[in-house]
């Protein structure tokens, strides 16, 4: 969309007005996630710059939200049960997805649109309705309030993810390939696993990537199935917007805003990889 | 290939954290629900600290439920899976709880400790023991702060609940509570109904349409609050010039945060908070939560609260032994409800008659504030 | 099974070629299925069976029948039109039901499933609570002054006219009161002004929604069209820009807006600063509907804008080139060349954000107060503060339906195998 040399002035202001115009939608877009960092460094308690602040005077700024983030037992509580939740909800969704994205891969599936819709529909329904309808279902079976029951339902809502990315990998999978290890005596599952497995690890790990953000994000279907032994960061930081407790929340928002950063940073990375094996396989 | 290296390690690290969490073994944990913010700090500080150095085996957990706790209670029965083991109340809810057989009645003279002379609980707790489910703890009461530097000037402080329907005199926005209790009452107080006829005017058609005429004048310049920890976070954002809150909340932005706000006693709403024990404990949960409830609401440990927050111990015997705050070395007396000077216009909250009318004022209420 | 396997067993002979082939057919289903079935069953029984089993509460109704038997069965022979109390007879079966509820502590379930529909059981009830144990069913009688001396609704035509009504076993009383009807008079008719709120709720969630889906095209539009148009290199670091707000936390997005729209937040802050505004009079921006469409179109905006882009990406350049070249003017080649190829993008990207934005909770929850209030946000009041868990399977199961057609509709139009992320 370069600006070619003969182009009118009408062109001329066109041009610019339109890349004006982007760069306006692109700060609305990031301005959001920018604010907070700043603001998290606040050395009042306010949700604003401080007159202190503006004038980068260094007494406006401080670590002490920080601080608090690292010293206070609920938030650290919190930390601790996002952390062991999401890496058990992903794996669970991750292997029993992957599987499942291989199997309807394969050339003749029945029912395959039927079943794709169901799979995918976890990502579909409104959070208020599967969370109501999971917390009946849970104290019945006796997984309401627990880890377990958590774990579930956050694998659950993570498995749409995975079956998308990794169908989207398996599309060009070479399933020669698999062929020409069986005929050298490879079984299915050490073709599985030497064969199939690296070549669609990148959509897993994408997939897996999206399963943790999903259940390290969610906060509606664990206020429902899990209970205060469970409270997870997203939980204390909505218990913490809804009273305005204090501007602690924007330092967990930064430090969240890391983590995407680096989830991102991985994706792209994952992404080129693929690109440029995809340049080699002989599709 | 190291992306399979990596894979490897994430799969050891999920075990691994998998593996602690299991490891967390739930068998001496019990889940106390209570209002959070000041208030469970001062419960934190006052019970839950001192009971737990002397049980080791113990834990406690926390949970910030108390304003949604019947409705909570009333799905966790239905699904036939009580996850609570203690519960904060206000009066008129253990009333409602108690009936529905979703509170356990309990035998205040076997549970409680006596007072340290001897008065039986239940004689010294007297008429605060409002249902056979009820456990009393403070008096408290609902009231409004107000910005002293967002007052108008040439104006005198606002000193009573009505400044906050008076928005000629004191322009700028409110927070209210999200719910009808206290809200109503002030309505009419303040449209002129006299005090012994608040409840009487509720009941009928016209003083419900009545109440809601007066919250109109204000509803579009009102926050609408459902943690009471807002207000108090509102007035020091400055986001509000009034707005009201359970008084202790406010007694902690004004002494312990030195916020510019001052209090208006005048139309208090006063009203008791308690425990309820939920109905169906298993033994050994229920066994846990007596030994807590015993030593959490004996004569020291109800005076030993009012250090952290001003609301009034339940039990009489307590009532001498309230002094000065924990850290800040204030006489608390003055900043408690009951005192004399803040007495003047308090209003009781009829705890009695919201346990009868409050499902059918909320689903009103609700359906007034969406519109 | 594998092509040598085939080929091997074909050679083998005996069987023809045909029906080995349908075996294989078979057996590679079979195996596909296979895979499958673990995640399939997992998904049936975690997610769909507790939806379902929860949606059916919205017509179940039996705890009236359970609880007051012989008072339903009484009410059998009072005509619901009637003018008259019912005879003496339902008030003695009300009485004789009610000294077995009251210990049972099933009473007051009754009443709190009554008052849902005619406000007023529970506290009749309530006050019936102290009294029914001691009546002596034998000698108290007349019962039907007794129950009037409690509460004046017990004699009430409208209460026994509700309670006939929602006294059957299913109920279609949930779904009536999702869409703000009512038939406490034993018909069908519209709810008082003062208490229907549900028809609006469930307008404002498609009108916002669907602005919100508007604005999202609107800005993502010339997003897309700006990455797919410039050089690869520079178009990946800008599509940073748009993934990384899809990367980050909901609850973190929301908070921001918090702090940037709340009258002492950052926006007022800046706009009184330039003098825009007047430091007593700043812009009311959160609590409102402003602040929710605000918030949620940037958060929904990434999901507009990798569509539109991945769609857009494979236009051929060549061909708004050529229509230039056959004299069409930019505008022209655009409109007539360009855009038409995008509209699989805009259906997919817009289909995609107005599905996500009717069922959310968290944004209007936080950031829209009363006025911005959402469908779930009230389904989640029934459940958190009414525990009316009938009506939030009856407005549960209409936004669902309304979902699920959107959701056909996005198969239709983009294919469920076609979607992707990021």
Redesign the interface.
Known sequence: ?ALPTYASPL?RI?YYT??V??GI??F??????L??IP?SFNAQ?????TPEMLALDPAGFSLKHYEDFFTNSDWQQATRNS???A??A??ISVS??T??A???S?????F??A????????M???????A?????????I?L??T?WGVV??H??LG?P?VI??V??TMVGFDRSLT?AA??MGAGPVKTFFKVQL?LI?PGV??G?L?AF?TS??E??VVIFVG???QQTL?WQ???G?????SPT??AV?TL??GL??L??AT??MLRRRNEKMRGMSPA | MKLKTAMMGAAGIVALTAGGAVAQDMANEMTIVSWGGAYQASQDNAYFQPYLSDHSDVTIITDESSADAVARLRAMTEANNVTWDLVDVEAADSLRLCDEGLAMPIDHDAVLAAAPDGTSATEDFGPMIVSECFIPQIVFSTTFGYRTDMVPEGVDAPTDACAVFDLETYPGRRALNRRPVGNMEWALLCDGVPYEEVYETLETEEGLERAFAMLDTIKDQTIWWSAAAETPQLLADGEIFMGSTYNGRLFSAIAEQDQPIGMAWGYQMLDIDGWIVPAGLPEDRLARVMAFLNFATDTQRLADQAKYISYGPARASSAPMVGTHETLGIEMAPHMPTDPANMTGAFVTNYLWWADYRDEIDARFQAWLAQ | MTTTDLEADAVRGGEPLKRSLARALRRQKMRALLLIAPLLIFIFVGFLMPIVSMLTRSVENNIVQDTLPQTVAALQDWDIDSEDLPPEAVFRAMAADLQIAIPDRTALQVARRMNFEAAGWTTMMRRALRAVPDWDLETDGPFRERFLDLHRDWGSLETWRALKAYSSEYTTGYYLAAVDRTMVSGHVEPLPDNQSLHLMLFWRTAWMSGLICFLALLLGYPVAFLLANIKERHANLLLILVLLPFWTSLLVRTSSWKVLLQDQGVVNQFLVWIGLVADDNRLTMINNKFGVIVAMTQILLPFMILPLYSVMKTIPPSYVRAAKSLGATDWTAFWRVYFPQSVPGIGAGAILVFIMAVGYYITPELVGGPSGMFISNRIAHQWYVSGNWGLVGALGTILLLAVLVLYWVYDKVVGIDNVKLG
């Open positions: 969309m062109q066109w339109f890349r115009i982007c939608i692109f609305y877009l990031m301005f959001p996630i604010v907070i603001l308690d306010f949700f604003t710059f952390l062991t939740i890496p058990m992903t794996l029993l997805g599987l499942a291989i199997g309807l394969q050339s003749h599936v029945p395959k649109r079943i794709m819709a169901i799979l995918i529909s976890p579909i329904v409104p959070l208020i309705i599967s109501a309808g999971m917390y009946f279902f849970f104290s019945a006796g309401q309030g880890y579930l339902a694998a659950i498995i993810f998308i990315t169908t989207a062929r069986a005929s690296p690890l790990i994408s897996s999206f953000i390290f994000d906060v509606v209970s205060a032994a997203p930081m909505f218990i917007l809804r009273e305005q407790i929340i924007l928002a969240m805003v995407s950063i989830l991102l994706l792209e």
